[in-house]
């Protein structure tokens, strides 16, 4: 299966060198690159892309507002790329759609296993950064879309035991297959827990969970 995507920085040196790595890999094709946001949705309209690799530093439209607004038209999922292990773009990204992100410096397996999950319907929530910024997310104010803490209990309530568990071990940022090493079962069972988690929980991906998780204190509970 081909994996098509769009780079999307401000930065020509950065779009030249990810295509150049990215197409060593069989399953990746770059399709089309662009200099900021504007275009890049310009562009989304006419193209058929599976992920948007999106820096959040661009002039004219950053990432943050193209995230907000390939999201709302029903677009492919972005996974955000950043120079700062706490750039508040990137903070912004999360609030509004982006699946994940990675530091620009990231080991290139590390992207294309980043790459992998987003376009399987993961969140990418790599242990270094995520983790503050998460912890610091959960500590203000909840995302569009997540219930208020008033709604969290009844709605918890609905997890099974088993599910109560997944949930807690996605919010302490372990993928899908650590999580099927964790509980000794399949990942295709803990792909199914996650997405019976969201849809119990009125929540639109992973990252989400995640945040909720911090916020209720249960991503300590994961063993």
Do not use: C, W
């Not at 790329?81 to 530091?103: H, K, M, N, V």
């Not at 983790?131 to 309530?157: I, K, N, Y």
């Not at 849809?199 to 916020?215: E, F, M, N, T």
């Amino acid at each position: 299966m081909t994996i098509r995507l769009v780079l999307v920085d401000d930065q020509e040196m950065y779009r030249m060198g990810f295509r150049a790595v990215l197409e060593t890999r069989p399953e990746f094709e770059v399709v089309a690159d662009a200099d900021d946001g504007d275009t890049a949705l310009a562009m989304l309209r006419e193209t058929e892309v599976d992920v948007v690799l999106m820096d959040v530093r661009m002039p004219r439209m950053d990432g943050v507002e193209a995230t907000r607004r390939i999201r709302a038209e029903g677009g492919p999922r972005v996974l955000v790329l950043t120079t700062f292990d706490l750039d508040e773009y990137a903070y912004d990204a999360i609030r509004a759609g982006a699946s994940g992100f990675l530091l620009k410096d990231a080991p290139f397996e590390e992207l294309v296993a980043a790459i992998h999950h987003v376009h399987n319907g993961d969140a990418v929530v790599a242990p270094s950064t995520t983790r503050r910024l998460l912890d610091r997310f959960a500590a203000t104010a909840p995302p569009a879309g997540v219930p208020e803490p008033a709604a969290d209990d009844a709605r918890l309530g609905e997890l099974t035991p088993r599910e109560r568990e997944v949930f807690a071990l996605i919010g302490g940022g372990l993928s899908n297959g650590e999580i099927a090493e964790r509980l000794f079962v399949s990942e295709n069972t803990v792909r199914v827990h996650g997405q019976r988690i969201l849809a119990k929980l009125g929540l639109r991906d992973r990252v989400q969970a995640v945040v909720l998780a911090h916020r209720m204190g249960l991503a300590a509970d994961a063993p």
